[in-house]
């Protein structure tokens, strides 16, 4: 059974800085590209950044040069630094891996960006 489990998400004041967790299980984490979005409330969920297989990022505009992804295939977790929060940041993140035909998608993890 896949599960993702989110964490680190908090409140932080505007230019503080968080890293978000995305612990895997029941997958095999190394050959999957793995997903970071984010919900604001009212909004539609979006796409924050992607982590491939072979160690390609992307990035969406509005966290460029400010957030970083990353993973730890050996525990089977992915990160999300985030520098230079801005109140505009303020969402419920999730971790999303595409996997056999499935998406599974972590619980959220609630970031809360004070100005």
């Known amino acids: 059974q896949v599960q993702l489990v989110d964490a680190g998400g908090g409140l932080v004041q505007a230019g503080g800085s968080l890293r978000l967790s995305c612990a895997a299980s029941g997958i095999i984490f190394s050959i999957n590209t793995i997903y970071w979005y984010r919900q604001a409330p009212g909004k539609r969920r979006e796409f924050v950044a992607t982590?491939?297989?072979?160690?390609?990022?992307n990035y969406a505009d509005s966290v460029k040069g400010r957030f970083t992804i990353s993973r730890d295939n050996a525990k089977n977790t992915v990160y999300l630094q985030m520098n230079s929060l801005k109140p505009e940041d303020t969402a419920v993140y999730y971790c999303?891996?595409?996997?056999?035909?499935?998406?599974?998608w972590g619980q959220g993890t609630q970031v809360t960006v004070s100005s």
């Open positions: 999303n891996v595409p996997y056999l035909g499935t998406n599974y």
């Open positions: 982590h491939t297989t072979n160690g390609r990022t």
